[in-house]
């Protein structure tokens, strides 16, 4: 399959942000989308979002649960075999809507939403490493050439994807045991798409609400795109959607792009449009 442009977007509550994606996508035309944080049941996002995105040539997966979580995948490659959640993942305390998988073309997609841990004493810090833990196996078990996970991994993987390490000393997110985690889904076989493309530069995707995180730049690389090396290979483009953060009303996240095959706007990045500042030593901190 040729020109296949792959986004992923935790959008942060899919109601609240309906204009928003719904323009989104007419401007960037991806093939295959996965959403986090929809924070919608199935029968919502259907009655919000179904003719619409039919009308857009859009195959809909929803794992929601409501007011919390909620995954999704959109395509326009087909889809099917579809899978909600992760086999075996544990609860907290019962299985949340946090991974869709459904084959998209040729490519095997999972768009996941990680637990956040919230504190490295918090028995949510646990829970993240022992989903993270089900997840590389469940990657491992697949055929790791055809797959791409997408979505938020509420991790950063190394310094670089923070803007200041010493604001994030103490935080979750940055810890050894979850980029310890992350790693060992990696080595089953998948890339980190954007860093391979951009291997000594910034791309963050996400920027608190508050204390101006954005406009200073003061962000976090926690939305990554994990691609089998095959896949990884038909790389054309990977950028962040940086444009889709500004304005009214946005998402705390950024789009992440990958495109495959064809790379319609150029190999542009790695974050579009760049910031106009530069990170400050300021601190942010996510709480999801």
Not at 43 to 54: K, S
Not at 110 to 127: I, K, M
Not at 213 to 235: N, T
Not at 259 to 279: E, F
């Amino acid at each position: 399959m040729g020109g296949v442009r792959v986004a992923t977007w935790n959008v942060n509550s899919a109601k609240a942000r309906e204009p928003r994606l719904l323009g989104w996508l007419d401007e960037r035309a991806p093939d295959v989308v996965c959403l986090q944080e929809t924070k919608l049941s199935d029968e919502a996002f259907e009655e919000t979002f179904g003719a619409a995105l039919a009308e857009r040539g859009y195959e809909v997966a929803h794992h929601g649960e409501g007011r919390w979580n909620g995954v999704a995948l959109l395509s326009r490659v087909g889809l099917e075999d579809v899978v909600n959640g992760l086999p075996g993942a544990p609860g907290f305390p019962h299985q949340e809507a946090r991974a869709v998988s459904a084959t998209c073309g040729d490519l095997r997609v999972t768009s996941v939403y990680v637990p956040n841990g919230r504190d490295r004493e918090d028995p949510h810090y646990a829970y993240k490493l022992e989903w993270l833990g089900v997840l590389r196996d469940m990657v491992e078990a697949g055929d790791p050439s055809s797959t791409i996970v997408a979505g938020d991994f509420n991790i950063a993987p190394a310094d670089l994807d923070v803007y200041s390490v010493e604001a994030f000393a103490e935080s979750t997110h940055v810890t050894a045991p979850e980029r310890d985690a992350l790693a060992a889904i990696e080595k089953t076989g998948l890339h980190d798409v954007i860093r391979d493309r951009w291997v000594d530069v910034p791309a963050f995707t996400y920027w608190d609400y508050r204390g101006g995180a954005f406009h200073q730049d003061r962000g976090m690389r926690i939305d990554l795109v994990l691609a089998g090396a095959p896949v990884a290979e038909r790389r054309a483009a990977a950028w962040v959607d940086r444009l889709a953060r500004k304005g009214t009303g946005p998402s705390d996240h950024a789009p992440v792009i990958v495109d495959l095959d064809t790379a319609p706007d150029g190999d542009i990045g790695p974050v579009v449009p760049p910031p106009s500042m530069g990170a400050n030593r300021g601190r942010s901190r996510k709480k999801a």
